[in-house]
């Protein structure tokens, strides 16, 4: 079995870019959000009647990433991925009331059965930046967003939630606030630490990973 890196953070934090960035410097499996081709994430923007639908696919989405990057030779890696769309989003649309109290328990007993018969991530990199660049970087952005700059006080408080529960061991915390767009400089040293804590084969990177 593979092992698996989730990147974490507020809306408009990085988490993509980053993903691309280590994909691009080392031979990571990737697992991206998929606004775009997700069938209910614009329904969702203009309509909260599909909050729910628009959970379910993600936690199920999210779910099969997982599955299929864990069945491969090479270490998987996920924007976001299933624990943040539970711990994260589900909890913060239900905070907004974009879901009820029956449609957020429908949610967990869902999350709840996929963590009982699929391990969580080996390592997770929680990411962090100013306000004030998590506002630069969303209005620069062309997707859908659901949450806003607004939300991600909130946010950040359920994710720090469910970070605490991990053992230190399997969190490497990370400020963005002044990392170049193609993170470049930050790539090469996180490399580094991901070898430390997971033995990731050191001569693939330091020669250069062309995808």
């Known amino acids: 079995m593979a092992q ?29 959000e998929q606004h775009a081709e997700r069938p209910f994430q614009s329904l969702f923007k203009s ?52 879901l009820g ?26 990411l962090r930046a100013s306000e004030e660049e998590i506002r630069r970087r969303l209005a620069g952005r062309d997707r859908i967003n659901i949450a806003g700059a607004e939300d991600n006080a909130l946010l950040d408080s359920f994710l720090a939630e469910w970070l605490a529960s991990l053992t230190p061991e399997r969190v490497l915390r990370l400020d963005v606030s002044a990392a170049r767009p193609d993170y470049s400089d930050v790539v090469p040293r996180l490399l580094g630490q991901l070898r430390a804590r997971l033995g990731l084969d050191a001569g693939t990177y330091e020669t250069g990973y062309i995808p």
Request: with cysteine; hydrophobic share 40%; aromatic share 10%.
């Open 101 to 126: 109290e029956a449609e957020f328990d429908l949610c967990r007993r869902l999350y709840e059965t996929i963590r009982a018969s699929q391990p969580p991530p080996d390592l997770v990199i929680a």
């Open 47 to 98: 309509d909260s009647r599909y909050a729910l639908a628009n959970q379910v696919d993600y936690l199920l989405l999210r779910a099969e990433q997982e599955r299929e990057l864990r069945r491969s030779a090479e270490t998987g890696l996920v924007d976001g991925g299933l624990d943040q769309d539970f711990h994260g989003f589900t909890r913060l649309f239900r905070a907004r009331n974009f």
């Open 4 to 32: 698996l890196i989730a990147i974490i953070g507020p809306s408009g934090v990085g988490k993509t870019s980053l993903a691309r960035a280590l994909r691009a410097a080392y031979p990571f499996n990737v697992g991206l």
